[in-house]
Nanobody
Framework: QVQLVESGGGLVQAGGSLRLSCAAS????????MSWYRHTPGKQRELVAS???????NYADPVKGRFTISRDNAKNTVYLQMSSLEPEDTGVYYC???????????WGQGTQVTVSL
């Protein structure tokens, strides 16, 4: 099993920056693809960014050029560096770990990000 704990959320003004962290533990965490999703009430949960065990990244169009996903495999931790934040970035951000071979996945509990004008 994989356990995920997110941290780093908070309140920030538009144009500011925030870094989210997701600490993973359990068997298989080093090989899993790690992703960040976000959810705002009234909107569908969306994929924000993902990174494979080999470092290949993928970003949703609204965050390209502003967010950076990275991982430290030695620490079993994935990060989401968010810059030039906009009110539209507000939401609960969830970390996901997924085995790329079996498809088995796990969710973190989420961390709130609020961007004010």
């Amino acid at each position: 099993q994989v356990q995920l704990v997110e941290s780093g959320g908070g309140l920030v003004q538009a144009g500011g920056s925030l870094r989210l962290s997701c600490a993973a533990s359990g068997s298989g965490s080093r090989i899993n693809t790690m992703s960040w999703y976000r959810h705002t009430p009234g909107k569908q949960r969306e994929l924000v960014a993902s990174i494979s065990s080999g470092g290949t990244t993928n970003y949703a169009d609204p965050v390209k050029g502003r967010f950076t996903i990275s991982r430290d495999n030695a620490k079993n931790t994935v990060y989401l560096q968010m810059s030039s934040l906009e009110p539209e970035d507000t939401g609960v951000y969830y970390c996901r770990s997924e085995n790329p071979y079996s498809g088995r996945g796990y969710w973190g509990q989420g961390t709130q990000v609020t961007v004010s004008l």
